[in-house]
């Protein structure tokens, strides 16, 4: 008998909110767009910010996009090193759509 809990278990329209904390080298201008850009493609509300070396993003959306748009941004765009890269539950509520912030 099967005990771990496996992503086809849950249901598939499970809708998450997470904050991704990004550091390495990054062009503020760069990843703002890639992440605007990857966020379009999959659907995902949110938010980003960024300043030299470091972005903080939040995602809401299916598990299974939110999970794609982490993948993406832990690779970032091709002008960007990412060194560190933290995802946190986020508990607070995420505006509909993409907005990039002024940080």
Known sequence: MR????????PHNLTVRQ????????????????AA???AWLDIDGW?????????VVAAGPEAMVGAFEMAL????????????ETFDESAAVPQGFVIAQK
């Open 48 to 56: 980003a910010e960024a300043a030299d070396g470091e972005a903080i």
């Open 19 to 34: 904050r991704f904390h990004i550091r390495g080298i990054l062009l503020p201008k760069t990843f703002l767009c890639f």
């Open 3 to 10: 005990t771990e809990e496996h992503a086809t278990d849950r």
């Open 37 to 39: 850009d990857r966020a």
């Open 74 to 85: 832990m690779l970032g765009p091709l002008d960007a090193l990412v060194q560190d890269f």
